[in-house]
Structures are given as C-alpha cells and as structure tokens.
C-alpha cells in the first residue's frame, strides 16, 4: 500500500488528512504548529519533527498550506522538502499559489529527483470534511495517476489540467470569481437592509431563479445568524485576489472588479477580520 504524508493541518489539511486515515492509509503528518497534530495521531497518523522527514517517508506527500510564502518556505527550508524528496517520490502541493511559485517549487524537486503535481482545491471547511473537494491538478502525469487513490479520498471530482501553472491559474480564477460575488453579496443585503427588506426575502428571490447558488445560501445564512466562524477565512481570500490581480497585470488583462473586490477584502483585513470567515466582509459594508 502506498505511504503518503501530509504537511500544513489547518481547517483544510487537517481535514483532508483524516479522509486519507479514513481510506485505510498509512500516514506521516508535520505541522509547524505541532500540537494541531494531536488529534490524527489519536487516529493512527505518524508525527515526525520535520518536512523532509515526511518527503523521505513516504512515496507521496501531500502538502496544504497558507500562502506563498509558507509553500516556498516548507520546500526551499532547512529541514524542507527538498532535503528528503527525491529516488522518484512525489510532492503533490495543494496550497493556492500563483503560477510561478508552483513553477519554482516543481523545478526544485526535479532538481533532487523527484516528481511535483500541483492540485490546489475549490471548497472550504465542509467539503474538505466530506472528502467532496474539487482537485484541480496539474505537473507530472505519473505521480497523477499514483496519487489519485488518495485524491479520491479528498475529492469528488479531480480535474487533470496539463502543465504546472494551469492549476494554480485555475484556482484564481475561480476564487477571483468567488470573491467578486461575496462582495456583490453583501453589497446586495445591505443595499437591500437600509431599503426595508427582509435577508430572507432576498435569498427567496434569488434561490428561485437563475442566481441561484450554494454559496449565496450557505452564506446568507451564515451572516443572518451572526455566525463567522471561518470556513475559509477572509484573509485568505484577499491573498487570492490579490494573486488574481497580479496575474492580471503579468498578462495585460484588466480586472476591474477583481480589483475593486481584492480593496474591499483588503479593508475588511485591516478592520481585524482575517481569521472570520469571509463572508463577514458584510460587518465592513454595512458600517
């Protein structure tokens, strides 16, 4: 049976790794935050003190982490992937990172022999608990189809996109979309709060005709019950519309409501409400 690692155990990594534990896998697990570790090795998981000690163990480790910066940092590091990949195991990072991170990262690994797939993933908290993500993956055919038994493990529809980039470019693309929509949300309930109508007559109209969608009712929800834990928190979303903004000006695409989205999100980070989800854009709106 394949041994497969998995590095970053935030709302989503710790999540997925579960489903992996679930489908009867052996696996090895770091997390910068050891203590968030606890709770899979109660359910069979190996703790090890360091990246590349989960590269060295395992055929195929699986890394989810914050940003750019944190990917870059687990790769590159001391005591990084780098230095335990390589004989032919497989890194599959899926973090939301611009193109050229996941180009730097999947060079590097080449580099010490090993093989990089690219599988960043649209959905939050809740899919990533029912293993009902959508796996956009791009790199190395081969690791593809090695890892697939554990991506089904995670996912309800994997997705193999060609070259290393077209993953991460995919996955701004669909958070840009994302998040224009949350702020057209929210812009819509206040809107329609100071004109005297009810959140839930809103959601009615727009859950009975071609608007209709999960988000707006998962969320709409959400914000009527005050409730902002997060699912996928608000800070999160700006770094990815930033990303989108950036790739945008790389290519000479305008996005100007990608743009006038990324500064609302923005405004709503500096007002403390990163770590909310990010449907609590509405508390900035609404002041």
Not at 122 to 141: M, T, Y
Not at 189 to 205: E, S
Not at 243 to 254: C, I, K, W
Request: net charge neutral.
């Amino acid at each position: 049976m394949q041994t497969f690692g998995f590095i970053g155990l935030g709302i989503m990594g710790s999540a997925m790794a579960k489903n992996l534990l679930r489908g009867g896998f052996p696996v090895t697990i770091w997390n910068r935050s050891a203590d968030k570790c606890a709770e899979l090795v109660a359910m069979g998981a190996q703790q090890v003190p360091t990246p590349a000690r989960v590269a060295a163990q395992c055929s195929i480790t699986f890394a989810m982490l914050a940003d750019p910066a944190a990917a870059e940092a687990v790769c590159f590091g001391h005591d990084g992937v780098l230095d335990g990949i390589g004989a032919g195991r497989g890194y599959v990072d899926m973090s939301t990172v611009d193109d050229g991170t996941a180009q730097r990262i999947a060079t590097g690994i080449a580099a010490r022999g090993g093989r990089y797939l690219e599988g960043p993933v649209s959905g939050s908290r809740k899919p990533a608990e029912d293993g009902s993500l959508i796996i956009l993956a791009a790199g190395d055919r081969s690791l593809y189809d090695e890892a697939l038994p554990g991506l089904e493990k995670m996912g309800k529809k994997i997705l193999y996109l060609g070259e290393v980039g077209n993953g991460a470019r995919m996955k701004l693309v669909v958070n840009m979309i994302m998040g224009g929509m949350m702020a057209t949300f929210c812009e819509g309930l206040a809107l329609g709060d100071k004109a005297g109508l009810q959140a839930g007559d809103i959601l009615k109209v727009l859950a009975a005709g071609a608007l209709a969608n999960p988000m707006f009712q998962l969320k709409g929800s959400a914000i009527g019950q005050g409730n902002f834990a997060p699912a996928f928190p608000l800070k999160h979303m700006q770094k990815d519309l930033r990303l989108a903004v950036a790739l945008g000006d790389r290519l000479d695409q305008p996005l100007a409501s990608a743009a006038t989205a990324n500064e609302a999100f923005k405004r709503a980070k500096a007002a403390g409400l990163g770590d909310e989800d990010f449907c609590a854009l509405i508390k900035t709106i609404t002041t």
